[in-house]
T-cell receptor
Framework: GAVVSQHPSRVICKSGTSVKIECRSL??????MFWYRQFPKQSLMLMAT?????????EQGVEKDKFLINHASLTLSTLTVTSAHPEDSSFYIC???????????FGSGTQLSVL | GNSVTQMEGPVTLSEEAFLTINCTYT??????LFWYVQYPGEGLQLLLKATKADDKGSNKGFEATYRKETTSFHLEKGSVQVSDSAVYFC???????FGAGTRLTVKP
């Protein structure tokens, strides 16, 4: 099946620094990518939807200036957590979908810990 | 907007017990419905889906029927195994709204 690679799997950073998370579709062209945040034992919270070549659509309550999303190519989307704070510590997951296909393929997630 | 309400867990069952995890939805139109599963230490993966009313999705012994009249998509399995222990998520539509997830633990 299709593969989505998410990197890094785990990152620890100091408060105030920025962290970039990459999401790549390895064997298909992902016209749409989704970014989620998952708190322990809770559901996936959709943060934003990104379509290749256009600005991401953010969910209500998600700060677009804090969570920068770039989907510059059909195989790569990045999420940058800017000026990270301890409350940003969470598990971030991306998923990707090829055009016209409803099936989503998920990355393995990134555990972000902000000290 | 679209939303999904999922049965809260955790659910603990003995092996070979019958499983039902409830999922109801609110949506405009008739979006596709999905169940995803997240095994311990792994990412989410699609378990089954249904694309229109009365469709039944099935996989690995799990089933769910798209019920328009009750706006539901309950997940069922007749006889669970220890290996079914995981978190199950109901999801909706093109923008993939997820339910809160239900943690299932099956004991031998």
């Amino acid at each position: 099946g299709a593969v989505v690679s998410q990197h890094p799997s785990r990152v620890i950073c100091k408060s105030g620094t920025s962290v970039k998370i990459e999401c790549r579709s390895l064997d298909f062209q992902a016209t749409t990518m989704f970014w989620y945040r998952q708190f322990p034992k809770q559901s996936l919270m959709l943060m934003a939807t990104s379509n290749e070549g256009s600005k991401a659509t953010y969910e209500q309550g998600v700060e677009k200036d804090k969570f920068l999303i770039n989907h510059a190519s059909l195989t790569l989307s990045t999420l940058t957590v800017t000026s990270a704070h301890p409350e940003d510590s969470s598990f971030y997951i991306c998923s990707a979908r090829a055009g016209g296909n409803e099936k989503l393929f998920f990355g393995s997630g990134t555990q972000l810990s902000v000290l | 907007g679209n939303s999904v309400t999922q049965m809260e867990g955790p659910v603990t069952l003995s092996e070979e017990a019958f499983l039902t995890i409830n999922c109801t939805y609110t949506a405009t139109g008739y979006p596709s419905l999905f169940w995803y599963v997240q095994y311990p230490g792994e990412g989410l993966q699609l378990l089954l889906k249904a694309t229109k009313a009365d469709d039944k999705g099935s996989n690995k012994g799990f089933e769910a029927t798209y019920r328009k009249e009750t706006t539901s998509f309950h997940l069922e399995k007749g006889s669970v195994q220890v290996s079914d222990s995981a978190v199950y998520f109901c999801a909706l539509g093109n923008d993939m709204r997820f339910g809160a997830g239900t943690r299932l633990t099956v004991k031998p």
